[in-house]
Every structure is written in C-alpha cells, then in structure tokens.
C-alpha cells in the first residue's frame, strides 16, 4: 500500500519543491543494503541483508540517535504474511543508537524465524547537541517516544517497499524499553503528539502496531512511588530497614495509594470489582500461579519465603513441595477457584497427584524479594530533593531542554519546595500524561495494539508488581488480548523463553492471517 506524506491538493513553488525534497528523504532505498549473517546460539547461520543508518524524520535534530535499521532475512517465512518485529534498546530512559541484532535476544531469533526485524535508535535524557554556544538536552520526555513513534511511521510509509507487513509490527522493549513498547501499543495515532511529529518531520503515517511485547515496564511513573511503597511498606522495620525519615516519607506515599487503585474501576475476569481491599489477594494470584508452573518445571520452592502446599501422598508424586506436577487438571485457589489466565498457554495445568500452591503469605515473600536484591528507598522514581539531592534517570526525563532535572508528582515537589500547595506545571502536567498508557487504554484517544505480551520476573523489584498488573489490567478489561505472567525467580530483565514468546507471536500471526 501506497502512503503520501503531504495531503494538500496544490502545492507550488518552493513549498512544493520542500514536499518533495521530503518525500525522498523518507523514501527507503532497497537496494541500499549489505550482506551480513549471526550465528544462532544452535549452531545456525541465519544471513540478511542489512539496511542501516537510515533517517526517519527529515528534521533530524540529533543524528547520532535519530536513525533506524532494518533487517531483513535471505529466507522470509514462507506461510502468510510476514511481520516485523521493532526492537528497542531504550533503557533507564536513556539514549539508544540503531543497534545490530543479537543472537542472545529477540532481533536474532525473528530472524530466525524469518521475520524482519527493524532496530530504531532513540534520544533520551543523556542525549546532547550543541547549538549556538549552549550544550541542549535533545532527549526529554517526549522525545524519546516520538523518536519511535517516527520510525513506526517510517516503515509504515514505505510499506511497499520494505519486505514485511506494516500491519504486522511487534513491538520489543525491556524495562524502560518495555514501558516504550507500552506506549507505542497504547497510543497509537492519538493526537496527543500529532504536531510534535509533524515539527519532526515524521512521515504522514500511522503509528499504530499490531503487539507490543513489554518486559518489566518501568511506566506509571506519576504513581509508581505510591504503588511501591504501598506494596513494600511491610519490609521497612524489617529487611528494608528504612531510617525513621524515609518510613515517615513511605507511609505518606502508601496513604495515597488506594485512592489510586479504587479510582481505576479494574475488574478480575469474572467481574469481580478491584479494590485497595482485595487487591493484594489480586497479586497473591499471579504468583502462586508463577510457583505453580516453576513446580512443574522441576523447581524446588522453600517452605520459608511464604508458600504452603498442598500435598497428596496417595500418588505416586507425592513427596515434597519439590517434586514437579505433571499434566492434568489446573491447580485450584486457596478457595477453591482456579488461578487467573490472560493468554493462552501462560497457565501451566497440573494433575490431583503432585503437590501444588495452596496460599501464600505475601508480606513474608515480599520480604524475600527484599532480601535478594536490596528495594529502592523512598521514593523510589521522583527522588530528587525530598530525603537526598541526587536526581533519578526518571527525574532526568523530565528535564528541561538545558538539562535541569525535574520533579514530575505533585509529592514530591511539595517536599522539595516545602510547600504543601505547590503543584506541576501545565507543560509538566502534560508530559507525564503522554507518557503514561494507562491515560491511553480504553479512552477511544487512540488506537491500541490489539495483542499484549506482558511479563515481569517474580522477584523483580524495580517497580512494584502493581504497575504491571495494573497495565495487563486494564487492557484485558478494555477487551484485547493479553498474556501475562509472573515468572518464577526472574529478576528485572528481558527477552528471556524465546520459545514461549515466539510461540506467542505465531498464534497471533493466526489471526491476522
């Protein structure tokens, strides 16, 4: 399909002459490539040909970053249409450059599977120019997103030109990535950064993809303090052993919470209403779903950091909490009730003769998770100028163009500035808007990914378990197809059980085919 750039009837002049010197900027050249191969963790060669250092706006402000590649595999899939996967590299809301793409993740094995795949770079809060003696910070919020929000835009431009299905695009990120990928799948096309785009030079495209695939989003950031501490406030006397001033600054923060969750209107898939009451019976859920699979992978879960089993000697697997279930029925709750399901295939299902989960005592596991990787203190994301000056990579983010950093909740400017009125500014007010996708899900603003793969480790601690929760949430809620889980014992990483995820990305492919 044909895309144009420019949708005026006439143009003339120099005004035409600059239409079109633009359009060619944005053409992609197909036989601009080099020949290039991995090697596959297997054993396996896999060639492509690469397609590098390609800008995606004609306004290029900052070169070092505002580019893209695209890969593109000798042996395409050969069965329905071929999608492509767009891996970012954004993480701590840093800068990423177009990278190549690796066997250990998941650009190498799209290739594999002959998909291709498009590495975009993006400006972030360490990104800089020069310009007229000043040193400017190219990379505050939103830059970053509108940088990769140009390069869905770039490829869905030149879709008949670049091998791949447009329609088809999976987004990839990890951590600040992973809240990137959730932004590209929640706001697609939303007017919120329709002019920004245009100021860029951003192709007139849509922007919208098909999956955002999101490993341990660091996103919400305007309540990820409060949901940290509500979550965690258990461990402060304890593991966490907080100082009296930062137990004082947890409690406000976890006050707040609830307000937050009730406010949300999320429902479990049964209806049931969601609320600060309930919800930790909520996230109970997902983990011992997540102990339920690692018992039948073959894990050994201790009776000390808060799980009791169930266990029927009369089998033959009976013996231990230990032993990995087999095959059969799924595990029920504490209940009664079986443990909740987003996706297909995320749940593993379990025979009457081996031992299961049947309750967990959350402030103990939370305590566990405290213990393996020291928590954050508080406040965990907008630190900067309440109990200690050094500012976080969030505060960064939200820097002014001259690089200050900034607060961006209302709490923690207050502290800062010791006044209990103070508040955000309108421009402030609306970045930490458009960078949030829960604002985005469900609004009719814009047009989100219809397929969502979500996971955030078990043990991970970066951002409460209730940021990723909350995103799966509220997108199962709103009716799209959401696979979610917890896996057991993985920290804050990304792109791990290729075979699950690409597994995944086949059964969606089913229904676009």
Known sequence: ?????????????????????????????????????????????????????????????????QTLNIYVPEHLAE??????????????????????????????????EGYVVCIPGSRGNNSTVEAD????????????????KAAVRYLRYNDALIPGDSELIFTDGTSAGGAMSSLLGATGNAGDYAEDLRKMGAADARDDVFAAICYCPITDLNHADMEYE????????????????????????????????????????DGTPLTAANYKDYIKKFLIASAHRALQEGC????????????????????????????????????????????????????????????????KYLSYVASVTPLKTPPAFDQMGVLIDTPSPENKEFA????????????????????????????????????????????????TAPHWYIRHGAKD??????????????????GYDVDFFLPWNRPHSGDYNLDDLFTWIASTLKTAN
């Open 461 to 478: 601690r970066d951002t409460s378990f209730l940021v990723p929760i909350n995103l799966a949430t509220k997108l199962q809620n709103a």
């Open 79 to 112: 069965t329905g249409r071929v999608p492509i996967l767009l891996r970012t590299y954004v993480g701590g809301y840093a800068a990423s450059t177009a990278k190549s793409p690796s066997p250990a993740d998941a650009s190498g094995r799209a290739l594999q």
């Open 133 to 148: 003696g000043k040193t400017i910070y190219t990379g505050i919020a939103p830059n970053g997103l509108l940088d990769l």
């Open 400 to 447: 002014d163009r001259e690089g200050n950093p900034a607060n961006f909740t209302d709490f923690s400017l207050r502290h800062r500035l010791g006044d209990p009125k103070a508040s955000l500014d309108k421009d402030m007010v609306r970045r930490v808007e458009i960078m949030n996708p829960m604002n985005f899900i469900g609004t009719g603003r814009a047009t």
């Open 1 to 65: 399909m044909k895309h144009k750039i420019l949708t005026t009837a006439i143009l003339t002049g120099a005004a035409a002459m600059t239409a079109a010197a633009a359009t060619d900027a944005l053409r992609f050249d197909p036989e601009a490539f080099t020949r290039q191969s991995i090697t596959m963790p297997d054993g396996t060669q896999v060639g492509y040909k690469a397609y590098e250092g390609i800008f995606y706006v004609t306004n290029v402000e900052d070169s070092t970053y």
């Open 230 to 269: 509500w979550l965690y406030g258990c461990t402060n006397r304890g593991v966490r052993a907080l100082s009296a001033d930062q137990i004082v600054i947890s409690d406000e923060l976890a006050a707040e919470c609830p307000e937050y969750i009730n406010s949300l209107g999320l429902t479990e898939t």
């Open 300 to 363: 050994e879960i201790p009776d000390s950091i808060g799980f009791t089993f169930y266990q029927d000697k009369s089998g033959p697997m009976g013996g231990g909490p230990g032993m990995g279930p087999r095959a059969g029925q799924r595990p029920p709750m504490g209940d009664g009730r079986e443990a909740p399901s987003f996706g297909p295939g995320n749940m593993p299902r379990f025979n009457k003769t081996s031992d299961f989960v049947t309750g967990l005592d959350l402030d």
